[in-house]
Each structure stands twice: as structure tokens, then as C-alpha cells.
């Protein structure tokens, strides 16, 4: 679940539930989820306008390392019904860096790290329902 305000309380920006299955490898390095999400979100400036979203998507995390860093990787493909709007899709690119700063390792008790990280959202196409 996410919340989230416009302003620091009570000023809704995005209450966001989201609920799936996950099978992780047992080597950890990579992980498949299948979902479904109930997104609900108002406009700034509009306090009694809101719109509903259903969206079901497709996960992959990928984990590497290259040297002491650790990479994630998450692909994510979008299903999304959208309120008043055509169903459209959206693919969606995570990469995330891990630094440790104080041990040789992320997993080693007392480590500290950086995490720097970055998405790219695609947009797929509107699609129109209606059958003409």
C-alpha cells in the first residue's frame, strides 16, 4: 500500500494497493511476480475529483553484481484501465545501483550503502474498446 499527499497531510495526491505472486529462484538473483493493483488518484487543486484505476501487470527483478555493487534490474509490463479513459499499457525499466560504503559486503551486519536509482516509464498506445 502507498499513500501519498500533495501537501504533508490530508490533501490526496494517490492511495495505491497492490497485491500479487512471486516466485523467487533460489539463488536470488532473480525473481517473477504476476499482479494486480487498485490505484485511486485526484488531481491538485480539485479536492472532490477523483478517478479509479485496475491495472494488472508482469514482473522480473534480475540481481547482478559488478565488483562490490550490487545491480537490480526490474522489468515491469502495465495493464491499465484507466476511469473514463481507453485501455492503454505501459512498460516500465528500474535500475538501481548499491554501494556499500563501510563493509566489502551488502548482506555483512552493520553495513551502510547508497542506493542511486532511476525508472523509465514507456507508454504503450491507447487502445479503443468499442467495437465499431
Known amino acids: 500500500m502507498q499513500y501519498r499527499n500533495h501537501n504533508i497531510l490530508?490533501?490526496?495526491d494517490q492511495l495505491l494497493f497492490r497485491t500479487g505472486l512471486q516466485y523467487n529462484l533460489k539463488s536470488g538473483q532473480a525473481c517473477f511476480?504476476?499482479?494486480?493493483a487498485s490505484i485511486t488518484s485526484r488531481s491538485i487543486?480539485?479536492?472532490s475529483s477523483t478517478f479509479h484505476e485496475s491495472r494488472l501487470y508482469q514482473k522480473?527483478?534480475?540481481?547482478q553484481r559488478l565488483g562490490k555493487i550490487g545491480l537490480t534490474h526490474r522489468y515491469r509490463y502495465e495493464q491499465?484501465?484507466?476511469e473514463e479513459q481507453d485501455f492503454?499499457?505501459?512498460f516500465r525499466y528500474f535500475?538501481?545501483?548499491n554501494i556499500p560504503l563501510n563493509k566489502k559486503e551488502l548482506s555483512e551486519k552493520d553495513s551502510f550503502y547508497v542506493q542511486i536509482y532511476d525508472e523509465i516509464f514507456i507508454n504503450g498506445e491507447k487502445v479503443n474498446e468499442s467495437v465499431q
Do not use: Q
Open 95 to 97: 535500475l538501481a545501483f
Open 45 to 47: 487543486g480539485e479536492p
Open 10 to 12: 490530508g490533501d490526496l
Open 60 to 63: 522480473v527483478i534480475l540481481r
Open 88 to 90: 492503454r499499457t505501459r
Open 33 to 36: 511476480l504476476a499482479g494486480y
Open 80 to 82: 491499465r484501465w484507466i
